[in-house]
């Protein structure tokens, strides 16, 4: 049986996005008396009242009820046990799960505020994309997830919620973000002095955050909690099973998990926090601006020299591009862009002579030709692609926003980066390491406006 990918992220997140793209600031207007709320009507069997539903939690004019917590719990729960972490306590593990649904429904809320949708098109567009990068077909993909105990309508709609959080996010927490010169300059500096290699690490960390204008007592209390957290650490307990059951981060439910990344794309904080730890140990407390943070390192590995060195790989490469409309379905767009391949690799036809007199780009001229290209510079989906491709390798139809693409590669190199590209890859790296904590502050910032009314008695 194939095993899809993205199911196992899915499944992790449970409609929880993490991590911050690309981020004008609207305020949410908090309601100051409880929304009128129409709970549900009990359902007749044989002559006697049962509810079928309660409410657990108000948040602003929408409700998350009974129904919906115990299904992400159960989901979390089973996810969990795949891998490998240990279940917290049940209270815990609801109690846990409930704040991220609030702060996710705040932000679906302002996403929708702001005439923020997500079209079928787009949801179609990617739960295509999903299924190719799990090498399936869309059969194929919707098997798979029924399989795993998801209807493919539901999984639709949890979709649709993701790309819509994620959008709310790229709009709001990139405003925020600000990269000086000066920040520049020393990162570059800091590069070109290091004579360490540079390494990729594994993290997981436990956050307990603390509120905005916290008074001394407050900050007192949670550096309590963390040192209290900190003790179980150091007594053995499980990190996993502790971030999920105290940290207040948004990765708490996967266990704190981060992943991979390279350190210069890490918050200082934390590579300097666990410079002198080892795979597997844990750092002491160490105070952000969010909160106080406890790192654990789950691998740490060497760069190599091509992701080290300052050179960048590109790409020359051609392309046909049919758009996709009312009258041309994507379908019928990707069944004659696999008739061209083919007619190209039979020598029926060449790909010149057919982008020439198909492809609806401004490189239809030349023969589909882009030109080089630098990483970065293309839709992600199209350069994920053409990544992948040997030279000459044509792709099959790959879509993006602008439409449906077969791409061929022509040639590659590798140039030294100039110092303009070596700049704006300074500010990406800065830009990255300042994206976890802005998010953290914005995600605090829409909690702590959001009118949230508990009903957790009403079992």
Not at 277 to 282: A, D, Q, T
Not at 410 to 415: A, G, H
Request: overall charge neutral.
């Amino acid at each position: 049986m194939k095993q899809c990918k993205f199911l196992s992220v899915f499944a992790v997140s449970v409609g929880l996005l993490a991590s911050p793209a690309a981020w004008s600031q609207v305020k949410i207007n908090p309601l100051l008396t409880p929304a009128p709320v129409v709970k549900p009507k009990p359902a007749q069997t044989n002559g006697k009242s049962q509810v079928i539903n309660t409410i657990v939690v108000v948040v602003n004019d929408e409700v998350i009820t009974r129904q919906e917590l115990n299904e992400r719990l159960l989901a979390v729960e089973a996810n969990l046990k795949k891998q490998g972490t240990p279940l917290p306590d049940r209270a815990d593990l609801q109690k846990q799960l409930l704040e991220r649904m609030i702060v996710n429904r705040a932000q679906m809320q302002l996403a929708k505020e702001n005439g923020m949708r997500v079209d079928d098109v787009m949801l179609d567009r990617t739960m295509l994309r999903l299924a190719e990068q799990n090498k399936m077909s869309m059969n194929e993909f919707r098997n798979q997830i029924e399989r795993e105990g998801t209807s493919y309508a539901k999984f639709r709609e949890e979709m649709r919620d993701d790309i819509l959080m994620q959008r709310i996010r790229d709009r709001e927490v990139d405003s925020k973000i600000q990269v000086s010169e000066t920040e520049i300059d020393n990162y570059l500096a800091a590069e070109a002095n290091s004579k360490a290699g540079k390494q990729e690490l594994n993290l997981a960390h436990i956050l307990v955050s603390i509120p905005e204008n916290a008074s001394s007592e407050q900050i007192a209390q949670r550096r309590k909690r963390a040192e209290e957290v900190l003790g179980k650490l150091r007594g053995g307990a499980d990190f996993a099973k502790l971030a999920v059951t105290y940290s207040d981060s948004s990765e708490a439910l996967k266990g704190g998990d981060i992943g991979w990344r390279e350190q210069d794309r890490l918050p200082q904080l934390f590579v300097d926090a666990i410079s002198k730890v080892k795979v597997g140990e844990v750092s002491d407390i160490v105070r952000s601006p969010n909160g106080f943070h406890i790192v654990k390192v789950n691998g740490k590995r060497a760069m190599n020299d091509s992701k080290a060195a300052a050179v960048e790989q590109q790409t020359r490469a051609r392309h046909i591009l049919l758009k996709v409309s009312q009258i041309v379905t994507e379908a019928e767009a990707r069944q004659k862009l696999m008739e061209f391949k083919r007619k190209i690799e039979a020598k029926e036809a060449t790909f010149e002579d057919l982008a020439k007199a198909n492809s609806v780009d401004g490189s239809a001229s030349k023969g589909g030709d882009l030109g080089w290209i630098y990483p970065g510079v293309t839709v992600p989906e199209f350069e994920q692609v053409m990544d992948k491709l040997s030279i000459n390798q044509i792709s099959d139809p790959v879509t993006t926003q602008f439409g449906v693409h077969i791409i061929q590669v022509l040639e590659r190199k590798t140039d030294e980066l100039s110092k303009d590209r070596q700049r704006i890859a300074a500010r990406q790296a800065v830009r990255e390491r300042k994206a976890d904590e802005a998010l953290q502050d914005w995600l605090r910032e829409i909690r702590d406006r959001a009118y949230v009314d508990y009903r957790l008695e009403d079992k």
